[in-house]
């Protein structure tokens, strides 16, 4: 058993990313966690459906909760700012979207995203959009022309390009076209459990074939004991990941869901289709009808493995990737490390 003591003092000296948090930012308990959890930086979502204008405003509403929680979370455009936000005992919040919907077809918006902080960009939540499919989506046609030209000029800002809600073989051309290595911020193996959601193996080692990184994710529905999944299973699903693709190129990306109402997760399966009554709509999970009826259950929760239900509980993750055999090194490769040397490498 590792002391409890030592994986303290190896958390808190550590630097810690999740890949991915899609919380609502309104809630004050959502900050609180990240600090209590020691988070150095997150992935934190800043459009999934909106457009242009919407997705400015979200961003707007950052300015004032970098002022009034200025002593725990920072705006990070670099690496030097997450190093920065590690020194000051801070959580350093990249801006990603978990679509490309955004800039609304046209490239030169990408400029402007990329001045106000945007770091990550998914190329397609779910369906089919000007870039490329979803991984809901039947066919998946791959990356359009547009699709191309909107690969290099995120190479050429510096944005890192995600695959992780995304059509095989969109994912595909994406690694192909892509000149700098990109991510799965939030998925796991679909070889350790065979879900849609979850990338195979040739996309796996596609991405790493380019020094690429994965962010397993906590998302119970996405890990094989669902909503009874523990913090051990959690490692097991870290573990087949390792073993698979190699320890440089695993990170975590929890996808957390924090404070978000019944609303917000409907809104979330049907995307702008909000008003329609979703019996007539498409299974965007690529799941049964089934799973479509349970999101949009009222009684519908996140579930998150026991143990690490909220950010708060990343120290326990530090302490169970010890005690499960790995080094202090090779722990903070995966928690942190390796999606930092990926962000020096695409962001320059």
């Known amino acids: 058993m590792v002391h409890r003591d030592r994986a303290a003092k190896l958390h808190a000296e550590s630097i810690i990313i999740d890949g991915l948090n899609v919380s609502n930012w309104q809630e004050p308990e959502v900050f609180a966690h990240l600090h209590q959890g020691g988070l150095t930086a997150i992935n934190a979502t800043v459009a999934i459906w909106e457009n242009f204008t919407e997705t400015l405003d979200n961003i707007a509403r950052w300015y004032p909760r970098f002022e009034k929680y200025a002593d725990i979370i920072m705006p990070v455009k670099t690496v030097a700012d997450i190093e920065r936000a590690k020194a ?12 490309s919907d955004s800039i609304e077809g046209d490239l030169r918006r990408l400029r402007i995203f990329h001045e106000l902080g945007v770091r990550v960009i998914q190329v397609t939540y779910n369906r089919s959009n000007f870039v490329g499919s979803g991984y809901a989506e039947s066919p998946d046609y791959g990356l359009s022309n547009f699709g191309l030209d909107f690969i290099a000029e995120c190479n050429r800002l510096g944005i890192l390009l995600d695959c992780s809600h995304v059509g095989h073989k969109t994912t595909m051309d994406t690694i192909e076209a892509s000149t700098k290595p990109i991510a799965f911020t939030h998925a796991n193996a679909r070889s350790f459990y065979d879900i849609n959601r979850n990338k195979t193996d040739k996309e796996l080692k596609a991405l790493v074939a380019k020094g690429g990184v994965v962010g397993v994710t906590g998302y119970a529905y996405f890990i094989a004991q669902r909503e009874k999944a523990t913090l051990s299973d959690f490692v097991d699903t870290i573990d087949y990941m390792v073993k698979l693709i190699g320890i440089d190129h695993v990170g975590i990306g929890m996808d957390f869901t924090q404070c978000q109402s019944q609303e917000w997760f409907r809104w979330l399966i049907v995307g702008r289709n909000i008003d329609k ?7 965007l999970q690529g799941q049964s009808q089934e799973w479509v009826k349970v999101r949009l259950s009222p009684s519908y929760k996140a579930v998150f493995p026991k143990g690490l239900s909220t950010p708060a509980d990343f120290p326990n993750l530090t302490r169970a990737l010890l005690e499960r055999g790995y080094s202090e090194l090779d722990m903070q490769k995966i928690m942190g490390k390796n999606f930092l040397n990926l962000f020096r490498e695409v962001w320059g």
């Open 88 to 99: 000051e005992g801070k959580c350093g919040i990249i801006f990603g979207f978990q679509n």
């Open 277 to 283: 009554d979703p019996r007539f709509l498409t299974d």
